[in-house]
């Protein structure tokens, strides 16, 4: 069989390699390449994080603010001046400096202003069309979005919909997962290697294949518009978390088991005592795993709780506020801050635990 | 390695191979009693619902009228050939597929291959922040970009027009929304990028040496040693991508409130597949759908795996 081959000999004609050609010493190359790809870098990370300024800046702007060309929360700026509301210009002053003043008295070719910082002055005469001018703007940002909507979209209720969900399914799927984990790892089960393949191969099976008799189940036992089909199936453990447990037990030395059953321990007692002590790490990546997956999940309870807005997780909910609110983009994003800002606060939080399920997955040395 | 490696090389690494008799059918029972969750579960809610769901494609079964069911033969199967929806998802799949499936798999390689550069600075700081996103929950995303695409509000748009492009309106378009739903689901690529990232990590650093006595540059290197070496990691990203692929949902019925529009653009397979068996409630013809997606996943995925022999790197030579 071929495999993709591992060339490590280059033709050796082309030793001259291009460092003796360039000027530069390796120390300075070195420094360059360092400068150049961290450039490139900022330059990618900013594509990358730039929507969430797009959405922090779009959540703290009214409908106006939106129409106009700033990208900060701004607003044309005003005073009060003799009991009148003026309006603030950007006004180029004859010592070619710009300066904010309000017009006081508008007329075709020369106007009055008033300096807003110095109101008890005199009115300054301004010569040209006041309205060729731009307007000044403020800083002005609509903090009342975020009550708003807050209470449109019952955050708290989501919320608590969400983890509750999450929570009773990591509880299955940890449980469940880490006694199937422990019994692939270390029993002698008949037919195990063929039991475990198509453990394995129900990553492939889609889930659309088992739906709609699943469905009709559930529908016949009363859970439909319930939390259950969002939970039970998990205590039946899954092929990935399994995979990643049995990886993870797999490092565990046998030796201290067999010490333990030595000692007179029972299977059970051994996975207490002695594997999972060791496994923690692995038990959490399980666990935010399944929590980032209840987060996100959609399909199914759109299925069982289309009826039941007062059960939905988040997904579902913001999705219904957002076939409403279509035309109130601030709330939209104020909605998504609001909805990221707990995953993203925990991940910063405990990344390392966030990122270990990967590690574990186990690319090999 | 990956999953399906393991899973073929698990009896190389069979467990208790030495000790038999009886211990070792009592330590089986515990191994069985330990495996139970699984079995019953993939008894109960993988194996029945699959033989209940291809039974069903032979009747016209609607949940709104469960005593109506009556077999119908083939109908539903000669339905799929006249079926315009169909079609349609089809088509719209496809489409999506030829553009979505080598950004699913180049995107991953090119982020990991920027984190993995020698050269680069605050390598934890990227790291962390490009796989942040992962953790944004998909209606945020999309309520985000689909903002930042929006024909006239959209920072894209107006970005573009500082250099008077005129921007579309992306996901009003037939031909604009796909490029605008990879957009929405690019901040997904976290666990695919830090996997590839950890593949390259991995890679013998005695193989660069090598390679540099050679006189071998970037890009050499990159081809003849990193990317094979990575295959195995492809390999897995491509197999997730196309059954995910075929599954994609969320993010367009979104975007299109489960319409399909613009057009029948976003009508995916599995949002044609939803509106059957779940709106209509016509869940004969919606199983028939079902094993169809799954005929086709089987293909695509057996395809890969017979295609690995040619391009995926096996460490210890042939099998």
Redesign the interface.
């Known amino acids: ?12 004609s ?5 460092s003796t050609k360039s000027g530069l010493s390796k120390r300075s190359r ?1 420094i360059l ?2 400068v ?3 450039l ?2 900022l330059a ?2 900013i594509f ?5 300024a ?2 922090v800046t ?1 959540s703290l702007k009214s409908l106006e603010q ?1 129409q106009n060309p700033r990208i900060l929360p701004e607003s044309p700026a005003t005073i009060e001046f003799d009991g009148k509301e003026l309006e603030v210009y950007e006004v180029p002053m004859p010592d070619g400096s710009m300066q904010e003043l309000a017009l006081f008295k508008p007329g075709r070719e020369s106007s009055l202003f008033v300096d807003p910082n110095n109101l008890s002055a005199e009115p300054i005469e301004w010569e040209g069309r006041w309205r060729q001018l731009d307007p000044a703007y403020h800083l002005d940002f609509q903090w009342q979005n975020y009550p708003e909507a807050w209470k449109a979209v019952e955050f708290p209720l989501l919320v608590r919909n969400t983890f509750l969900i999450a929570l009773f399914g990591i509880i299955g799927t940890a449980l ?1 997962s880490t ?2 984990a ?9 037919y ?2 063929t ?23 559930f ?1 016949r036992l009363g859970w439909v518009g319930t939390w259950l089909p969002l939970i039970v ?1 998990h ?3 899954n ?1 990935y978390n ?2 990643l447990l049995r ?1 993870y037990f ?1 490092t565990v030395p046998k030796e201290m088991d067999e010490a333990a059953y030595i000692d007179g321990a029972n ?1 059970l007692r051994v996975l207490w005592s002695v594997i999972l002590p060791q496994s923690w790490p692995v038990i959490i990546a399980v666990s935010i795993s399944h929590l ?1 997956f209840a ?2 999940d ?2 199914e309870p759109l ?1 069982y709780l289309r009826a039941r807005p007062d059960l939905q997780p ?2 579902v909910g ?2 219904e506020f ?2 409403l609110y279509s035309t109130r ?1 601030e709330l ?2 104020a ?3 609001l ?2 800002i707990i ?2 606060v ?3 939080l405990a ?1 390392k635990y ?2 270990q399920g ?2 574990f ?5 | ?1 990956t ?2 490696d ?3 090389d ?2 190389v ?4 191979r030495s000790e038999r008799g009886s211990l ?1 059918k009592q ?2 029972r ?6 139970s ?6 008894f ?3 194996l ?3 033989a ?2 291809f039974a ?1 494609t032979f009747t016209n079964f609607n ?1 709104t009228q469960p005593d109506a069911i009556s077999f119908i033969g083939l109908d539903n199967y000669r339905r799929l050939f006249t079926d315009s929806d169909l079609r349609a998802a089809l088509e719209a799949t496809f489409k999506f597929f030829l553009l979505a499936i080598p950004i699913s798999i180049i995107q991953p390689i090119l ?1 990991a291959g ?1 984190l993995n ?6 390598r934890r700081f ?1 790291t ?13 995303a999309i ?3 689909g ?2 695409l ?1 024909g006239q ?1 959209g ?1 894209i748009n107006r970005f573009l027009a500082i250099f008077g492009v005129n921007g579309p309106d992306w996901l009003k378009s037939t031909t604009w929304v796909y490029p605008g739903l990879i957009l929405i689901g690019l ?1 997904g690529v976290g ?1 695919a990028m ?2 590839t990232f ?2 390259m990590r ?1 890679v013998p650093h005695e ?1 660069y040496e ?3 006595v ?4 970037y890009l ?1 290197k990159t081809w ?2 990193t990317l ?2 990575i ?1 195995p ?1 492809i390999f897995y990203n491509l ?2 991508s196309v ?1 995910g692929l ?2 994609y ?2 993010i367009p ?2 975007v299109s ?1 489960g319409t399909g529009e613009p057009g029948n653009a976003t009508l995916f397979y ?1 949002i044609h ?2 509106r059957t ?2 709106r209509f409630q016509d ?1 004969g013809y ?2 028939t ?3 169809l ?2 005929a086709i ?2 293909i695509f ?1 057996l395809l890969i795996f017979w295609s690995a ?7 210890g ?3």
Not at chain 1, 1 to 12: D, F, R, Y
Not at chain 1, 182 to 190: D, E, L
């Open positions: 069989m071929t495999n993709a081959q591992v060339e490590t000999h280059a033709p050796s082309e030793v001259t390699s291009s070195d390449a360092g150049v790809i961290t490139i870098g990618v990370l990358w994080l730039i929507p969430f797009y959405m779009t939106m469940s006694l199937v422990y019994g692939f790892a270390r029993f002698p089960i008949p195990k290697n039991l475990f393949l198509i453990l394995i191969s129900t990553i492939v099976l889609p889930r659309q294949v088992t739906l709609i008799p699943t469905y009709i189940i529908s199936p205590f039946f453990a092929a399994v995979f990886q797999l299977p980032i987060w996100n959609y399909f299925i988040i997904s913001i999705q957002n076939f983009p939209l994003q909605t998504s801050l909805a990221l995953p993203v925990a991940f910063f990344q966030f990122m990967i590690v997955t186990g690319v090999d040395k | 390695m999953v399906f393991e899973a073929r698990l009896d690494r069979g467990e208790r070792e330590m089986g515990w191994g069985l009693l330990f495996i969750p699984w079995l019953i579960g993939f109960f809610l993988t029945l619902p699959m209940a769901s069903m949940v982020m920027l550069a020698g050269a680069l600075r605050g990227f962390t922040l490009f796989y942040m996103t992962y953790m944004v929950p998909v209606v945020s309520l985000i970009w903002g930042m929006n509000t920072w901040w666990n830090l996997f950890i593949g991995n193989l090598a390679a540099e050679d006189g071998a540059g050499r003849n040693i094979p070496l295959t990691i197999v997730l059954i075929f599954q949902f969320t019925y979104i409130r599995n597949f939803y068996a779940f869940m919606g199983a759908l079902a094993w997606l799954f996943v089987m995925t022999r040619y391009w995926v790197y096996s460490p030579g042939s099998e």
